[in-house]
Nanobody, 118 residues
Framework: QLQLVESGGGSVQAGGSLRLSCVAS?????SGWFRQAPGKRREGVAA???????RYADSVKGRFTVSKDNGKNTLYLQMNNLKPEDTATYYC???????????????WGQGTQVTVFS
């Protein structure tokens, strides 16, 4: 059973930056970052495919960057120019298959809270 542990969330003023990390207990082929705000459905934010290509939600393009360190089994999400609408619980997910921004991954972390205040 693959374990995923996120960290790096917090409270930041609009325009600020945060970097989220997701450490996996083993190797992952495909990974993604998702977020869920209260009362809203979970949405895909960024995906890191098995061929190392990436994909982003339109709402975060140009502001967020997903990267992966295979040696450390760690997925990152660098978030710049944060906006209040980015406030949500952020989850990382992983699987042996590529699911992109759809929440069909088998393995999920527990989430980390990101709050952006104006």
């Amino acid at each position: 059973q693959l374990q995923l542990v996120e960290s790096g969330g917090g409270s930041v003023q609009a325009g600020g930056s945060l970097r989220l990390s997701c450490v996996a207990s083993g190797s992952t082929y495909s990974s993604g970052w998702f977020r869920q705000a209260p009362g809203k459905r979970r949405e895909g934010v960024a995906a890191f495919y098995s061929d190392s290509s990436t994909r982003y939600a339109d709402s975060v393009k140009g502001r967020f960057t997903v990267s992966k360190d295979n040696g450390k089994n760690t997925l990152y999400l660098q978030m710049n120019n944060l906006k209040p609408e980015d406030t949500a619980t952020y989850y990382c997910a992983a699987d042996i298959y590529d699911y992109g921004l759809t929440p069909d991954y088998r393995y999920w972390g527990q989430g980390t809270q990101v709050t952006v205040f104006s």
